[in-house]
């Protein structure tokens, strides 16, 4: 099974302020990663798909790069309503289709 | 609009059973793989499992540690999803969700608000 690691666990930034959020995975998984944003109470919400394309209706903002086991969300200048839970997802070796951890990203 | 929307949750007793349904509108359902995935309370996303369209006979993939006791299952003609959940214990408490599956299989671009189910004697 591969594991998707993500760093940080918490994220903690000002709106205005640039975001990094990190995903590790602990073998290759091409470029078949995706990355979903969560409110509480929500459902995820998927922003980026195979590594670097954005969802339909994503702000510019948010952008993914990477391959292989080395991927980043980065949201270039933070809103008010980014502040969420960001998880990474993987299905190249499937079943299962495994999830990262998640990183909170809070307000300062 | 493309709507899944899930229902079935409760209450139940350890060793108990509960099923759970989704029903998806806006799009052609037989068309797409279709997934449950859940989040126990506090923590993070878990893939359950997959349903497969007619053209892949209908199978279906199971996490680990829900096979054998959980069971998908799909009625086209109604649109529908569901999860025939048996043999529960605690640790099955969570939200669940049906997603549909697009990327060529890698993500899903359509969830449902979930539907909670817990465990408890």
């Known amino acids: 099974e591969i594991v998707l690691t993500q760093s940080p666990v918490t994220l903690s930034l000002s709106p205005g302020e640039r975001a990094t959020l990190s995903c590790r995975a602990s073998?290759?998984?091409?470029?078949?990663l995706a990355w979903y944003q969560q409110k509480p109470g929500q459902a995820p919400r998927l922003l980026i798909y195979?590594?670097?394309n954005r969802a339909t209706g994503v702000p510019a903002r948010f952008s993914g790069s990477g391959s292989g086991t080395d991927f980043t969300l980065t949201i270039s200048s933070l809103e008010p309503e980014d502040f969420a839970v960001y998880y990474c997802?993987?299905?190249?070796?499937?079943?299962?289709?495994?999830f990262g951890q998640g990183t909170k990203l809070e307000i300062k | 609009e493309v709507q899944l929307v899930e229902s079935g949750g409760g209450l139940v007793q350890p060793g108990g059973s509960l099923r759970l349904s989704c029903a998806a509108s806006?799009?052609?359902?037989?068309?797409?793989?279709m997934d449950w995935v859940r989040q126990a309370p506090g923590k993070g996303l878990e893939w359950v499992g997959r349903?497969?369209?007619?053209?892949?006979?209908?199978?279906?993939e199971y996490a680990a540690s829900v096979k054998g006791r959980l069971t998908i299952s799909r009625d086209d003609s109604k649109n529908s999803l569901y999860l025939q959940m048996n043999s529960l214990k605690t640790e099955d408490t969570a939200v669940y969700y049906c997603?549909?599956?697009?990327?060529?299989?890698?993500?899903?671009?359509?969830w449902g608000q979930g539907t909670l189910v817990t465990v408890s004697s």
């Open positions: 997802q993987q299905r190249t070796s499937w079943p299962p289709y495994t």
């Open positions: 997603a549909r599956v697009q990327c060529a299989g890698s993500c899903y671009d359509y």
């Open positions: 806006g799009f052609t359902f037989s068309d797409h793989y």
């Open positions: 195979d590594a670097s």
């Open positions: 073998q290759s998984v091409s470029s078949y």
């Open positions: 349903s497969r369209i007619k053209a892949n006979n209908y199978t279906t």
